[in-house]
């Protein structure tokens, strides 16, 4: 199911000894659009301090209920290597991390999980440090991640083909694998209130420093592409729509391919 990002917002993460603290932000990967953690600031037992879940921790969906359950106690993340949320995430830190939490690297691997399109499916094996991921590893240890901020990107201003179209608005995530599908853009500054979907997998680059997301997808395209209703969720209809306005091939057509990495 796919769920917008200021919907996860405020969500409690629950360990299994008490709540941790809600959701604040969402460190993404700009390289494969996917969600590596969840930015939590938690209560008073931690002196409201900021600390970083990853979504192999996410056992079951729960977002609904505004609650969602953690495999962690909240013992292991007071004693979780800290982080200052304010800067960058280096691959440094995360060993740490995913180390201290006994986590099999997600970075060993071709797909955006591993090996795996889902994080769920990495917990019953811990043998990033052998084999075929252990080659990934030492590959790809030293690369810095291409971690961002959700909050940080919105406002970014979107480029169409052709020009200027508005800008990010929010994100639609997908709440088994945590791909970012859809980034919200708002067009308001050209149609009021016209919102609508970008596919990450159309996001030809994004220019960090002058804070631009660049589309292939032209201005007029986008223009008479279905408006998005924030209200309502995107079902099967509708997503197929979208991709047959573009003329682009429907997600589920490449989706396992593009989560294993083929």
């Known amino acids: 199911m796919l769920r917008t990002a200021k919907d996860l917002e405020g969500c409690t993460i629950e360990a299994t000894d008490g709540a941790i603290g809600s959701v604040e932000d969402f460190y993404f990967d700009d390289d494969q659009w996917v969600v590596r953690y969840i930015v939590v600031k938690t209560g008073n037992w931690f002196s409201n301090r900021r600390v970083l879940i990853s979504p192999l921790s996410i056992r079951q969906a729960g977002w609904e209920t505004g609650v969602v359950p953690a495999s962690l106690t909240m013992e292991q993340v007071k004693n979780s290597p ?29 797909g955006i999980w591993g090996a795996h399109p889902y994080p769920s499916m990495m917990m019953p094996s811990l043998s990033h440090k052998a084999g075929e991921a252990e080659i990934a590893r030492e590959q790809r240890e030293k690369q810095d991640p291409h ?13 169409a083909s052709d020009g200027e179209i508005g800008h ?4 639609l995530i997908d709440e088994k694998s945590w791909a970012i599908r859809f980034l919200i853009m708002d067009t308001s500054n050209w149609w009021l209130g016209h919102q609508v979907l970008v596919a990450s997998e159309w996001i030809a680059s994004v220019d960090w420093a002058r804070s631009i997301v660049t589309t292939e997808l032209t201005r007029q395209a986008v223009k008479e592409s279905p408006t998005f209703d924030p209200e309502l ?8 729509s979208l991709y047959s306005h573009y003329r682009r091939p429907a997600y589920r057509e490449h989706a396992v ?5 083929a």
């Open 168 to 171: 990010v608005r929010g994100y």
């Open 147 to 159: 971690l961002r901020s959700c909050d940080a990107v919105s406002g970014y201003q979107l480029r």
């Open 82 to 110: 800290s982080i200052d949320t304010d800067k960058p995430v280096s691959r440094q830190y995360e060993k740490s991390y995913y180390d201290y939490y006994g986590y099999p690297y997600y970075w060993g691997g071709m």
């Open 257 to 261: 391919k593009r989560e294993l990495g």
């Open 233 to 240: 969720l995107l079902d099967a209809a509708g997503e197929k």
